[in-house]
DNA sequence: AGTGTAGTGATACAAAATATCAAAAAGATT
DNA sequence: AATCTTTTTGATATTTTGTATCACTACACT
């Protein structure tokens, strides 16, 4: 069973309708190996012939967002851009060459942070971490072209 | 020697000059206690009866970004603020209530991610890490309402 | 098939950010 | 201190990004 899939069930299960432009906007998002923006999304179907409007790509990457289905991770140039995910703790790692977003779990954190957060009187109900590199197929690239 | 002068100097060192607007912004900065937007500084200042145009205060306020005198950090409603800092490896805790950031520094992070990385073969060059949660002073207020 | 309601999308609108470029002002030079 | 060179500024226009509205559509369920 494949994300897609998993999102289908998931949001039947809370109660919201599998859509034509859900559908579309889905399948459409796997294509990306790297994250994308709501306005590139919209540029792309578009371009592809897609019909979607704008307003319910919004919508839809919000809704997915909220049950974490998609993840936030800022791009090499700055700005945020979706990557599917799947709902739990995780984190990337982010290619400053390519842009590829590999995800990781297993995150021993807290537990660093736990010691840091009594000394302050800081409470920590969550974190954000993402790493910035290069991935293994850059590095390759990288060394042949030297 | 604060934080405006070290900016002062640092820039002077870079070849940039002091204006009458950059001088106002450095010191309006230091005015917040919590993140700031670009947005929020432009109609702070025009409340404040110091005129500085619009454009400056992109300029300026990404200009100290570069040189990481000013950090972005997550607000608590999602939006990116800035926040005044020093050159270097940083981290911040960010209040969920007040908003109010708290830097830290000494990071063990490195090491965690090391393993990682090399079992992805994916070479870590830097990370962004945040926490969020209930700053001392917000703890002690809620305790007092309950 | 019929019904109730979540969802859609055209449009208008608002907010955030950038581009342009003549004029102003820093700082170097004399 | 007057001049010159170059950075910097800011009014304005424009683009980009995101939200509000609301009549209409089509999904899910009986
Ligand atoms: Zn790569
Ligand atoms: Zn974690
Ligand atoms: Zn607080
Ligand atoms: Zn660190």
Chains 1, 2 share one sequence.
């Not at 998993?6 to 919201?16: K, M, S």
């Not at 019909?51 to 945020?80: F, I």
């Not at 842009?99 to 660093?112: D, K, N, P, R, Y």
Request: glycine share 10%; net charge neutral; charged share 25%.
């Amino acid at each position: 069973m494949g994300w897609t899939e998993r999102v289908v069930a998931h949001l039947a299960d809370e109660g919201h309708r599998l859509t034509g432009p859900r559908r579309a906007i889905l399948d459409y998002i796997l294509r990306y190996s790297v994250p994308f923006t709501s306005e590139e999304l919209i540029a792309d179907l578009q371009k592809a012939g897609v019909h979607v409007g704008r307003a319910t790509v919004y919508r839809t990457l919000e809704l997915l967002h909220n049950y974490q289905w998609l993840s936030l991770v800022h791009r090499p140039e700055g700005e945020h851009g979706y990557v599917v995910a799947e709902p739990g703790h995780q984190h990337h790692l982010v290619c400053r060459r390519c842009g590829m977003v590999t995800a990781f779990q297993g995150c021993e954190i807290e537990s660093l942070l736990g010691g840091l957060a009594e000394r302050l009187n800081f409470r920590i109900e969550g974190h954000w971490l993402e790493a910035f590199g290069v991935c293994r197929g850059c590095q390759r690239a990288n060394n042949e072209r030297v």
